[in-house]
Each structure stands twice: as C-alpha cells, then as structure tokens.
C-alpha cells in the first residue's frame, strides 16, 4: 500500500474564491485520481492526473473549473475554483500503481464547505 | 450502461455472520474491489476479485461470479468496529472504478 497525505484537512471557503488541495504520496505511483463524495453517496471520479501532461476529465467535470496539477509521481494537486455552496463536498486523491490488481489506495480527504 | 446494486442497508449482530451482495453491470470486466469506508473516513482497500470463486481474508471472504455479474462479501464473526459502509466497485475495460454508493452496514450489541 502506499501512504497518503491531503492538505488541508478541512476549509470554510466563502462563495467565488478558490482553493487548492494538495495530495502527497510516500512513493512513486503511476496512476493519480481526484474523487469527489458527497454525505451518503457514491463517489465520483473528477479527473485522472497524467504525469507531465493534462488531466483527463469525466463527464461534467472541466479544467476551467477543476484544474489539476501532476508535477512528478508523488504529487498533485486540484483547484476547485470560482466556489459555490453547491461544491461543499468531501474532495478525495487516491492513488494505483497501475499494474495487477490495479487496487487504489486513498488518501484521508478533505472536507470543503462553501458558504 | 454500467450499473451497481447493493442493499442501501443492512443491520447484524455482534458476533454473526453478514453476508451484502452486489450485482453489476459494465462495460468490460477487469475485476471487482470491495471497499469499507467508516463514517468520515476514505475508503480502505478489503479485496479483489478477477476470477471466479471466493477470495478469504481473515474474517472477511469476497465471491465473484462473472457470468452472473455477482459478487458477494462475506463477514464473519462481526465487531462493532464492523459498523461501516462497504462499496463494491467493479474495474471496466478502461481500468476504470465504477462506484455504487455502498452498503451501509449497522452492527448492534
């Protein structure tokens, strides 16, 4: 498994502002994600982080709003910009090493309130 | 389209057994993960399964059946500490994670 830290843990951000989320891992891994979870229900993929190129989006997720940073293979950051009550969520990085049995291992969260 | 189902919740007692299933749909299979997630907490890795048949780990056994698109995870001997939600995730052809939104599962004394 892999160790995983976020940063910060949790915020109380006002409405419009932005605020971005660090994710470090203790080793170098292929694969890097950002999930978003809300109170009770499933999670859902953001993006996937690419090494040295641009993340690659989900349905209803865009760079302008979301974008994402992957600078080497142990970090990445997201950015969740221009917020609204609407993006109070649990924001979560998980990470793969990209081979058998492509198992994710997450990171602790963080918990974002939009006011 | 791709597809989970799992009981919303499920309610057992200290010291039983608990079984929560899962069907699926996807497109492509590479494999199923369980998850346990406790309230507040990310998700932590319990099993996998690619091939047919049941999977034990201590007290926790995960099955897989790929023609029925059926998977089930298996507690024994339930703590309290058990008390969390439990997600079955299955990989697509993409190696992507598809998430239903998890078993709530109650343990009571």
């Known amino acids: 498994s892999a160790v995983i830290s976020q940063k910060p843990s949790r915020d109380i951000c006002q409405r419009g502002t932005s605020l971005t989320i660090q994710c470090q891992v203790d080793?170098?891994?292929?694969?890097m994600f950002w999930y978003r979870q809300q109170p009770g229900q499933s999670l859902t993929l953001i993006a996937t982080?690419?090494?040295?190129?641009?993340?690659?989006?989900e349905s209803g997720f865009v760079i302008d709003k979301f974008p994402i940073s992957r600078p080497n293979l142990t970090f990445s950051t997201l950015t969740v910009s221009n917020m609204s009550p609407e993006d109070s969520s649990i924001y979560l990085c998980?990470?793969?090493?990209?081979?058998?049995?492509?198992?994710?291992?997450f990171g602790p969260g963080t918990r974002l309130t939009v006011t | 389209g791709q597809n989970i189902d799992q009981p919303t919740e499920m309610t057992a007692t200290e010291g039983a057994i608990v079984q929560i299933n899962c069907t699926y749909q996807?497109?492509?299979?590479?494999?199923l993960f369980w998850y346990q997630q406790h309230a507040g907490e990310a998700p932590t890795f319990l099993s996998y399964?690619?091939l047919d048949g049941l999977e034990e780990k201590g007290r926790f056994s995960s099955f897989l059946s790929r023609s029925k698109g059926y998977s089930y995870l298996l507690l024994k001997e339930l703590q309290m500490k058990d008390s969390a939600s439990y997600l079955c995730?299955?990989?697509?052809?993409?190696?992507?994670?598809?998430w239903g939104a998890g078993t709530k599962l109650i343990i009571k004394p």
């Open positions: 998980s990470v793969a090493r990209g081979t058998e049995p492509y198992e994710q291992y």
């Open positions: 080793s170098q891994v292929t694969m």
């Open positions: 982080a690419n090494q040295g190129s641009e993340a690659t989006y």
């Open positions: 996807t497109s492509g299979f590479n494999g």
């Open positions: 399964n690619v």
């Open positions: 995730a299955p990989m697509d052809s993409n190696y992507q994670l598809i």
